[in-house]
């Protein structure tokens, strides 16, 4: 088998999510270790330490661990909607909105979900700050339920995962009480995209070097 690029993923991980969507918008074959996060293998802490995924191993050795980085190295390579160069006549907008959305909406999209793990969190706050943040997002959503035109783009791609993640954290409450309702149009119709059912597709958890599952593969169960 041609050597491939190595992609080490979690299925549920917002980051994870976004990177296996540009590899596969680009046509990207590679080898998918599916890993569990509480047994994280150490072929993957040793190409990265920090434990995150997604990591990806190309095939001359080097490796990325930032889904922003793979996202942008997948489609540098094709490109075949031209996300890049809508990304680039944007470009600003688009890195403040990302920075805003990786930094400011997570940090508080994790105590909101997931108020155990800290001390003393009121998840209610934290689920305000989300939504304002979430204001000027959804003034930007069009008729065609994207951000720019009429198909996703690059900044849907890697913002739409975690606008997921805050819909699980109560899904009630987002649909019938949170008042910005473009954001829920714009994530209705992003989870019935074919490319998004693609890319969860579930695949097994990766076990050994010998094992090898490919990406993408529309036999997984």
Not at 27 to 37: A, G, K, Y
Not at 65 to 85: G, H
Not at 170 to 188: A, C, T
């Amino acid at each position: 088998m041609t050597k491939l690029p190595i992609l080490y993923s979690f299925r549920r991980c917002p980051y994870a999510m976004r990177a296996r969507m540009a590899l596969l918008i680009s046509n990207i074959t590679c080898e998918i270790r599916e890993v569990r996060l509480s047994n994280k293998p150490s072929e993957m802490l040793t190409l990265s330490p920090k434990g995150t995924v997604p990591v990806l191993l190309l095939e001359n050795g080097l490796v990325l661990d930032e889904s922003l980085d793979i996202m942008f190295w997948a489609l540098e390579r094709n490109d075949p909607n031209s996300l890049l160069q809508d990304y680039l006549i944007n470009e600003s907008e688009n890195k403040k909105i990302l920075n805003m959305i990786d930094n400011d909406f997570k940090f508080a999209l994790d105590r909101y979900k997931y108020p155990n793990r800290y001390d003393d969190i009121d998840p209610l706050k934290y689920r305000d700050i989300c939504e304002n943040i979430l204001v000027s997002i959804n003034n930007k959503i069009n008729e065609y339920n994207y951000i720019y035109g009429k198909h996703l783009s690059f900044l849907d791609m890697a913002v739409l995962p975690f606008i997921r993640q805050f819909r699980i954290a109560n899904p009630v409450w987002f649909d019938n009480e949170m008042s910005q309702i473009k954001i829920k149009f714009w994530l209705e119709n992003f989870l019935s995209l074919t490319t998004f059912k693609n890319v969860m597709i579930k695949y097994p958890e990766w076990v050994n070097a010998r094992e090898k599952i490919i990406f993408p593969n529309n036999g997984a169960v």
